[in-house]
């Protein structure tokens, strides 16, 4: 097994600088495949002020994913952003609300502010790339305390408006379920997602291992997707639940009740553990699920997590675009947009 991914290793190396990589900048538009075609980079936490001293900066990267961590604090009724304190804000997002703002504000809001720091910034870069948040619940939500998927959808459209590429939006009028759209391959190009942003939600760290908790955020979102269009209101829908770490075979067979596994077309785990185990990662790809692959230095031969050189990160991109990613993550926030915002085909 180490010798076949040393090889693969190699030939990725050996082949980056041939294959059609584009480097996109902060307000370029995205290449024209669909988002189901292309493969791309994103960084892990950067809404954490040692990753990026603004979040604006992180939007200026040319990644295509920006994670958020969210706490639910259900006695202050806000949704604190953090990585460890679920009772307040230590975030690089600012108060910021205008273009002017950006850069200069105070730091550590909450997600409202994030969120007006994104409608500031596309402001300024109304073309920009295609932007997936990641959005980590780290307690999950809180429904009954007033703090649930609805609430946090509302603040959303809120905010973002038109801006944000929805679950509707790949069910359009034809499709019943996202996996119906998806394995029709209803995705929209890159060019038509100019200026647009899609939200990830996954389970948080703390929900996962809260013992009176087994209602976690990605089973809880998918329920609300099933219940919104069985009411003819699904265009309320903000996010795509993703189904958690890397597994063999289809990983919605976790779910016990039948009715929400259509409703997951994002997937997201280690890039090492699909990968090194071998899994049949060409299974997300011909169903057209978008795949997002964390941890990719990790992956063996291991590279840095936090600076390798350009040429072993697109290397890196490379091998795990012919492993069917979607988007792979990594601490690679000193890197330039030639690797942060370098798009390049998928399989």
Same mark, same amino acid.
Request: glycine share 8%; proline share 5%.
């Given at each position: ?19 059609s ?5 902060g307000s ?7 988002l ?12 954490e ?27 202050s ?29 105070d ?6 502010s994030c ?16 932007i ?14 007033g ?19 929805k ?13 119906a $759209? +998806?394995?029709? *391959? ?9 200026g647009?942003?899609? =939200?990830? &939600?996954?389970? /948080? ?5 809260n013992p009176?908790d ?5 089973r ?15 265009t ?9 770490? $890397? +597994?063999?075979? *289809? ?12 409703? =997951?077309? &994002?997937?997201? /785990?280690?890039?090492a ?37 350009? $040429? ?18 990594a601490?690679?926030?000193a ?13």
């Amino acid at each position: 097994m180490r010798i076949r991914h040393t090889a693969r290793w190699v030939i990725g190396a050996l082949t980056a600088a041939a294959l059609s990589v584009t480097a996109l900048g902060g307000s370029a538009q995205g290449a024209a495949p669909k988002l189901s075609e292309a493969t791309t980079v994103g960084v892990h936490n950067a809404y954490e002020k040692a990753t990026y001293t603004y979040f604006a900066n992180a939007l200026d990267s040319g990644s295509s994913l920006l994670e958020i961590d969210i706490w639910t604090d259900s006695i202050s009724k806000r949704w604190r952003v953090s990585h460890s304190n679920p009772l307040g804000n230590d975030n690089n997002c600012e108060k910021a609300s205008t273009p002017g703002d950006l850069y200069s504000k105070d730091r550590n809001q909450d997600f409202g502010s994030c969120l007006d720091n994104i409608a500031a910034w596309q402001q300024l870069h109304p073309d920009h790339r295609p932007i997936t948040f990641k959005i980590e619940m780290k307690n999950g939500y809180n429904n009954t305390g007033g703090l649930g998927p609805d609430e946090l959808d509302a603040l959303i459209s809120a905010k973002l408006g038109s801006s944000v590429f929805k679950p509707s939006d790949l069910l359009g009028s034809t499709y019943s379920t996202l996996d119906a $759209a +998806a394995q029709a *391959d209803a995705w929209p190009s890159r060019d038509a997602l100019a200026g647009k942003v899609m =939200f990830e &939600v996954i389970p /948080g760290t703390f929900e996962k291992a809260n013992p009176f908790d087994s209602y976690w955020t990605d089973r809880e979102y998918a329920d609300y997707l099933r219940n919104l269009y069985a009411a003819g209101t699904i265009t309320k829908a903000q996010m795509f639940p993703a189904v958690l770490d $890397a +597994a063999a075979g *289809d990983p919605r067979t976790r779910y016990s009740d039948t009715t929400i596994r259509p409703w =997951f077309v &994002v997937f997201d /785990g280690d890039a090492a553990t699909y990968v090194n185990n071998g899994y049949d990662t060409a299974w997300y790809d011909d169903r057209h699920y978008f795949l997002i692959m964390t941890g990719a230095a990790g992956v063996s031969p291991a590279i840095s997590s936090t600076a390798p050189t350009e $040429a072993e990160a697109l290397a890196r991109l490379s091998l795990l675009a012919a492993d069917h990613a979607s988007i792979i993550t990594a601490d690679w926030s000193a890197l330039s947009p030639t690797v942060l915002g370098a798009v390049t085909t998928r399989g």
